[in-house]
């Protein structure tokens, strides 16, 4: 296994807010000693450009990430269900669900799928 990124981010209430217009949502909440608020991000160890942690599936079409750090803006970001990595082991039928990125794949890295 490879190692996964261990950099982790809070939602701000601006950015929970778009997320639940109208009520509670379930968010991918880590579950920390530390706190049950974190985002971990879901890249591997020492990867070039901003941390990118999965926060919710939308609706039927999209998912929720979260981008922050060195190399850009801190942002919420959308994408499409099916605009993922396309990285997949057919034997064990995994397919990495992560954005476009470098390094290993989300079945590849510890904690991972």
């Known amino acids: 296994?490879?190692?996964?990124?261990?950099?982790?981010?809070?939602?701000?209430?601006?950015e929970t807010a778009t997320l639940t217009p109208d009520g509670p949502v379930q968010l991918a909440l880590m579950e920390t000693e530390e706190s049950a608020e974190e985002f971990r991000c879901e890249l591997q160890a020492a990867h070039p450009d901003r941390h990118a942690g999965y926060v919710q599936d939308g609706d039927d079409e999209m998912v929720w990430w979260v981008r922050w750090g060195p190399g850009g803006p801190r942002e919420l970001v959308t994408v499409p269900n099916d605009d993922h990595c396309q990285g997949e082991l057919?034997?064990?039928?995994?397919?990495?669900?992560?954005?476009?990125?470098?390094?290993?794949?989300?079945?590849?890295?510890?904690?991972?799928q």
């Open 90 to 112: 057919p034997e064990d039928e995994l397919v990495c669900t992560l954005l476009e990125h470098w390094g290993g794949h989300c079945f590849e890295l510890e904690g991972g």
């Open 1 to 14: 296994m490879l190692p996964r990124c261990a950099d982790t981010t809070i939602l701000t209430d601006t």
